[in-house]
């Protein structure tokens, strides 16, 4: 049985402990919110759960459509899973179907225009420069700054196609259209196998319901209802079976 063990890491929203394997950790999914580098932030009641059942329901179908995760069991508590331990990539990798957000900001396009595929993006993940995350080419991620090799990279936004075509099927069936996501990978320790780490959940991704209504982090970034509430209402509708 896995058991939990001291607290090793305390992100923006998740925390992070050993367990008594040292190729396993626990991941909790905790209710803080942050957003504009964390400049905006609160708690949202109930958010850690929502956000584990849903993340954990996407990664399980994920691992399903041969995309390999660090998911391994449920936690010690609602809110919390065992994961493989990894070394995390310092990169996040963006898939986009409809522009939003930065995107739009970046190149001065209005917001919900259709891509003709999925765009992939890359960000290095380093909150300390002066633009934090900054936009970043695959070439200069592998051969400038070291932060994956070639290959690896191809692995990446292999998966991440595949990823992306899976979470927009599964939120279509429930009226929900997926305009972007971010998601984060690393090299497992034990396999060193390239594994989907992190988490895929509405603090991470956007979704609008037929009237463009956004179920996601938005509600918190632009102050557009009851946070809780949203995130509470998708865990309702994909947490069918
Ligand atoms: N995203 C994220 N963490 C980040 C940056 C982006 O989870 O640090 C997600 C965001 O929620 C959205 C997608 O990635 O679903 C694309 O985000 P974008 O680049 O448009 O940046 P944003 O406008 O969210 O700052």
Redo the contacts with the bound molecule.
Sequence with gaps: MITRGKKIYEGKANTIYETNDPNLLELESTDRISAGNGEKRDVVEGKGLTNNKISTLLFKLFEKNGIPTHYVCDGTNEHSKVVRKANMIKL?V?G?FIT????C?RYGIASGIPFDNMSF?L?YKNDDLPEA?PFISPSAAAYGLHLATIDQLEDIENYTYLIGLVAKDFFAKFGLTL????VEFGIDVETGELILCDEFSP????LWDKDGKSF??DVF?KDLGNVSETYKKILEMVDVQ
Excluded at 203 to 206: E, I, N, S
Aim: proline share 0%.
């Design positions: 996040e963006i986009r939003a957000g930065s995107f900001k993006e960000c995350d305009v972007d996501f971010k603090d991470t991704c956007r996601d982090k970034r």
